[in-house]
């Protein structure tokens, strides 16, 4: 197993953790392409629209008589074939969002973590509890702790940390999310990620389980016989026939 330091907001080194192989091993990049692509599908608005013949504005009298006067026909001044007419078959409002199996998106999120690790980006302090919100004094911490860039912090849910909250939200390219709520969009979108102890070993937990049950599952798979394909009927046909000769 990997290990990682573990840090206070001074700076300084407290600890070590260690990393399980099965969540800071391999780099699926394709599956992180989909999980990122899921997710920024899901965000979309969907609020684009146009008009068809009928709520475009403009009478809905036929403009002349259908023969003889040479012209084409037509029947409204709110054809799509004239300026300012309804639009054919143009977007609708719509949700883009689909549905993402869960153990992709776990598999996901596993190796995300692990892209992190391996480029000495991801951060792990011992507690972000601060005595007071100052946004200030946490900047102070971040530059402590080597960051000049964009970070992700990630605390526990449960753990009601105000003064993080209002120390942080101040600052740009800084986002606290909870550790229950994290996604790989999130850890490929900001340069550093900072995880509380707490929130790390919770999650480390988390993916570590679903991890071992698909393992588990995977090994039960190779276990089985795999089952003999049914005969033809010719084939069948033949068999009986040689049965019936050697009773005989």
């Known amino acids: 197993m990997a290990n990682i330091d573990i840090h206070n907001l001074s700076g300084a080194k407290v600890g070590t953790l260690e990393l399980a192989d099965e969540i800071f091993g391999a780099v699926n990049e394709d599956l992180l392409w989909e999980a990122v692509k899921h997710y920024r599908a899901a965000q979309r608005a969907g609020t684009h629209a146009t008009k068809n013949k009928k709520p475009v504005p403009g009478a809905g009298k036929k403009l002349w008589k259908q023969k003889g006067t040479g012209r084409a026909r037509v029947g409204s001044i709110r054809s799509p074939l004239w300026r300012h007419g309804?639009?054919?078959?143009?977007?609708?409002?719509?949700?883009?969002?689909?549905?993402?199996?869960?153990?992709?998106?776990?598999?996901?999120?596993?190796?995300?973590?692990?892209?992190k690790f391996a480029d000495g980006k991801l951060i792990i302090v011992n507690t972000f509890e601060m005595k007071e919100p100052k946004t200030k004094l946490f900047r102070e911490a971040l530059d402590k702790l080597k960051v000049d860039k964009t970070v992700l912090l990630v605390e526990v849910p449960k753990r009601e940390n105000r003064n993080l909250d209002l120390s942080a939200r101040n600052l740009e390219g800084t986002e606290l999310v909870n550790a229950n709520e994290v996604h790989p969009y999130h850890l490929l979108r900001y340069d550093r990620a900072i995880f509380s102890q707490p929130a790390i070993e919770k999650l480390q937990l988390s993916l570590k389980s679903s991890s071992s049950k698909r393992k588990h599952s995977s090994d039960a798979g190779e276990g089985k016989k795999p089952k003999k394909s049914p005969a033809s009927p010719r084939r069948r046909a033949r068999q009986d026939k040689d049965k019936a000769a050697e009773v005989a």
């Open 86 to 115: 309804g639009t054919v078959h143009g977007p609708q409002p719509r949700s883009y969002d689909y549905t993402f199996p869960r153990k992709k998106l776990l598999g996901a999120l596993r190796s995300a973590l692990a892209s």
